[in-house]
């Protein structure tokens, strides 16, 4: 397994007992800081991300929405 820091989690993060819980945190954490990170090296330009991180442009437009992303942010 990975370290924590590694895949970009905080490890400060107060956790509560309930495991599903602490997962979908965890998961929505890495994934907002693994797209915007790429969000940034790519200047916001979401099909250039999608290809960099082998993801597909549709699915990756979803996910940023739902994760509240917008990719304007990053275009500079």
Excluded: C, W
């Amino acid at each position: 397994m990975l370290p924590l820091n590694i895949i970009g989690v905080n490890q400060n993060k107060k956790y509560s007992e309930d495991y599903n819980e602490n997962k979908e945190s965890t998961i929505k954490e890495f994934e907002l800081n693994f797209i915007t990170k790429h969000l940034k090296i790519h200047k916001g330009n979401v099909a250039a991300t999608a290809k960099a991180i082998n993801f597909h442009p549709v699915s990756l437009r979803q996910k940023i929405a739902k994760l509240g992303i917008d990719p304007r942010d990053y275009k500079y």
